[in-house]
């Protein structure tokens, strides 16, 4: 599993606070211990006024890289913005995201072209938010045609088929997990992620269904999860589901991680 590590986000209180304060040291330290919990990418989410928002993501980059070589997420909803922000990254990375919204692809698509960076891409347009299946992947044929003229290989795209409200749902998961099992059959190279914890909004003991949404989605073909990677029951399951789906020979990244501490303790097992 792709894990993009969700903590340096302006939105979150406490992140909220720190890049008000300049709290540096909590946000070097949210980043060693995302990278350190099994992170693939440090999601970076300023969160701020439009007009900081470019010299936060700079400045908040540069805090990430200079603690861990943990490729950054640059995340806003603003395509202009992550394309500019691209120029802060010492390696690269991932785009978090674009859509058939307005100009954003246009936005991001040709700066990323003739490199290894990465992009999500929400299945959404101009119009409202489909419920449908049939309607996101009409969205998905028009992104792929987009990356097609730009040369963006499909193993650089992170499809996110818009995790809603499960309690608003008609159908349960249904439309998500048909569109990303769809998706994969077409494109079998290509990732798909999604916000693990938007399912359960307004929702009681929100935990346990978002648990269970991961391990649905991943056996509909989820490889990639915006999420915590310093929950350990959240690292556990994943390691887990991945192990039961045929995805880790013989175990060894499950056994691995529980050795490493990155889920099941705090502290490594004894030597028997």
């Not at 603690?67 to 202009?80: G, L």
């Not at 916000?195 to 978002?210: E, H, Q, T």
């Not at 350990?232 to 887990?240: R, S, T």
Request: hydrophobic content about 40%.
């Amino acid at each position: 599993m792709i894990i993009i590590g969700e903590k340096i986000n302006g939105s979150i209180p406490s992140m909220s606070k720190a890049i008000a304060e300049k709290n540096e040291d909590h946000i070097k330290n949210l980043a060693e211990k995302q990278s350190a919990a099994g992170a693939t990418f440090i999601d970076v989410c300023a969160s701020v006024d439009p007009a900081q928002e470019l010299e936060t993501l700079h400045w908040l980059i540069d805090l990430v890289q200079g603690v861990t070589d943990t490729p950054v997420a640059i995340d806003s909803p603003n395509a202009k913005t992550c394309a500019e922000a691209v120029k802060f990254c010492k390696r690269p990375g991932l785009i978090n995201s674009v859509s058939m919204e307005g100009d954003k692809i246009e936005q991001v698509f040709p700066v990323i072209a003739d490199t290894k960076w990465e992009c999500v891409a929400l299945l959404c347009d101009d119009t409202e938010i489909s419920k449908t299946i049939e309607k996101r992947l009409q969205v998905f044929e028009r992104i792929m045609a987009k990356a097609k003229e730009y040369k963006i290989e499909p193993k650089r795209l992170h499809i996110d088929p818009l995790v809603q409200m499960l309690c608003t749902s008609e159908d349960g998961i249904e439309s998500i997990t048909g569109a990303m099992r769809t998706i994969k059959k077409q494109y079998p190279s290509i990732h798909i992620t999604g916000g693990a914890s938007n399912i359960s909004f307004n929702l009681p003991a929100r935990k346990y269904v978002n648990q269970g949404f991961i391990i649905l989605s991943m056996a509909a073909g989820m490889d990639s999860a915006i999420l915590d990677p310093l929950n350990k029951d959240m690292m556990g399951l994943i390691y887990a589901a991945e192990a039961l789906l045929g995805q880790d020979d013989f175990c060894m990244e499950y056994i691995s991680a529980f050795r490493e501490g990155i889920f099941g303790g705090d502290a490594k097992p004894r030597a028997s």
